[in-house]
């Protein structure tokens, strides 16, 4: 008997703890759940619409990042110790779906522009099967071409989606805030869903993709339920797809006008300096041409590695946290005083070229670098007429691209550590000071953070949609600052 009752005290102490332990872990869910929906009602401005593209940018960058896990050790992750010419080659394959960007994918979907919710959800579709398909032939010719369909579609997907957010633009919002918190609410749902992609890669190298799949399909039955003003207005008389496709391809300028021509050269200054960074750094590592001592110890390659990597991926992350803050008004002088101050720190690396140095001239260019990528966003989206607006994305991703693989490929130059890091700081410095030439000579032409000619600034209209208690936690207008 004192052996039962023992047991049955044990027995009912376990189920008290058991009950208690739910009623912890629930009592966290729901205040998860509450905490996630007032974060998302403020990064949406409490609209509805804006909402839903946040939601489909998650799921866009969610499934992205399975991907990248699924096909991790195939041809999209370059061995350290490989050659040069290897690195190269590597540069040559991003640029693929970029080079079909432009002048194809961009005009199409112009000439789809009162159609961008089913454009959104097209590309979801395609990945979903795309990914389905690359999880059975991971050792397969028929990889190289779903791979390649699988970027370009991503890629057709993030023009489409800078080309809609002027549409869905809530009143709380300017462009470039819109445009930054989008990137930081992607980047979470990326770094969420990585655990779940590396256990799904524990049992096979294929589930990555398979969940992937899934969460594209989710993704475009979210692309549908977005609300109609994300279209534009259906032109009365449309010309014939392939002679509207011929003209577009064939029209001499899309990005026009003084702000958004020399905006998008900033950026790709900044890109190129980025690219270069990455690369000439790495091979520096490699080749002990960069002295690794952090605080009087020696650190390893990898670490090394690391803590270059890791700069320019947190600075990178800073600029778009900021970035959600700030209004971007004078996207010429933000550039110019990023290039300044990367110019200033280049200096200062070739000077004391150690670890520590460089590691703070990739964290600052990386963050300068993230901030004019904004600048030529929202450029674009308020100066570039609707019915171009998906064209002129598509070439800039393209042009902001190409300086990135020259930037790249100008890294891989085998050139001593200080003299590629000098030369790299003269042309910074004669960038910047043109930079800075340009700012002035435009001082007087401003960005207001609206597209005029789109639909109007829509109020708060969402509040059956936001969890219970947000309506009144975490939902007031910002009052942010001012930038450039």
């Given amino acids: 008997m004192p052996v039962l009752t023992r047991l049955r005290g044990a027995a009912v102490a376990t189920g008290q703890g058991a009950r208690a332990t739910a009623t912890r872990v629930a009592t966290g869910s729901r205040w998860a759940g509450r905490y996630a929906g007032r974060l998302r009602s403020r990064f949406a401005g409490g609209d509805a619409g804006m909402m839903r593209l946040l939601d489909l940018h998650a799921i866009s960058a969610a499934g992205?990042?399975?991907?990248?896990?699924?096909?991790?050790?195939?041809?999209?992750?370059?061995?350290?110790?490989e050659a040069r010419v290897n690195v190269a080659l590597y540069l040559l394959v991003t640029m693929v779906p970029f080079a079909v960007l432009a002048p194809l994918i961009g005009p199409l979907l112009d000439h789809l522009?009162?159609?961008?919710?089913?454009?959104?959800?097209?590309?979801?579709?395609?990945r979903a099967i795309l990914a389905w398909l690359l999880a059975d032939h991971l050792d397969a010719l028929a990889l190289y071409p779903a791979a390649f369909g699988?970027?370009?579609?991503?890629?057709?997907?993030?023009?489409?989606?800078?080309?809609?957010?002027?549409?869905?633009?809530?009143?709380?919002?300017?462009?470039?805030?819109?445009n930054a918190r989008g990137s930081v609410y992607g980047t979470l749902a990326g770094l969420l869903v990585l655990p779940l992609g590396l256990a799904a890669f524990a049992i096979g190298g294929g589930w990555p993709l398979r969940v992937a799949s899934v969460i594209f399909l989710v993704g475009m039955v979210l692309a549908l339920r977005l609300p109609a003003s994300a279209d534009s207005d259906r032109p009365e008389q449309p010309p014939p797809l392939l002679r509207w496709l011929r003209h577009s391809i064939n029209a001499q300028r899309i990005l026009t006008g003084g702000l958004v021509t020399a905006t998008l050269l900033?950026?790709?200054?900044?890109?190129?300096?980025?690219?270069?960074?990455?690369?000439?750094?790495?091979?520096?590592?490699?080749?002990?041409?960069?002295p690794t001592v952090v605080a009087g110890r020696q650190i390893g390659e990898?670490?090394?590695?690391?803590?270059?990597?890791?700069a320019l991926v947190a600075g990178t992350f800073l600029a778009v946290v900021a970035g959600s803050r700030l209004r971007i008004r004078r996207p010429l002088a933000l550039q110019a005083a990023?290039?300044?101050?990367s110019a200033g720190t280049a200096v200062a690396a070739v000077v004391w070229f150690r670890l520590p140095v460089v590691a703070a001239l990739c964290l600052l260019a990386a963050v300068a670098s993230g901030l004019a990528k904004l600048a030529v966003d929202s450029s674009i989206q308020e100066r570039i007429d609707d019915t171009?607006?998906?064209?002129?994305f598509a070439r800039s991703e393209t042009l902001l691209m190409l300086a990135f693989v020259a930037g790249a490929g100008a890294g891989l130059i085998p050139l001593p550590g200080q003299v590629g890091m000098g030369i790299a700081a003269g042309l910074v410095a004669v960038a910047a000071a043109r930079a800075l030439i340009g700012a002035v000579r435009l001082r007087g032409d401003r960005l207001s953070g609206r597209a005029p000619g789109d639909v109007?600034?829509?109020?708060?209209?969402s509040t059956a949609e936001l969890p219970p208690g947000a309506e009144t936690g975490g939902t007031q207008p910002d009052r942010p600052r001012a930038a450039g």
Wanted: no cysteine; aromatic share 8%.
């Fill in 338 to 341: 990023g290039l300044t101050v």
């Fill in 266 to 290: 900033g950026g790709v200054v900044h890109r190129a300096l980025y690219g270069f960074l990455l690369m000439f750094l790495a091979f520096a590592i490699r080749e002990d041409q960069l």
């Fill in 64 to 81: 992205d990042a399975l991907i990248a896990i699924g096909l991790a050790g195939t041809i999209f992750f370059v061995d350290p110790q």
């Fill in 150 to 178: 699988v970027l370009i579609l991503s890629r057709a997907y993030g023009v489409t989606r800078a080309a809609t957010v002027p549409r869905l633009l809530p009143q709380t919002l300017s462009l470039s805030q819109a």
């Fill in 113 to 126: 522009r009162h159609g961008r919710r089913y454009a959104l959800a097209a590309t979801m579709l395609g």
């Fill in 388 to 392: 171009l607006r998906t064209t002129a």
């Fill in 456 to 461: 109007p600034p829509r109020p708060r209209d």
């Fill in 302 to 310: 990898g670490t090394a590695l690391g803590v270059v990597s890791g």
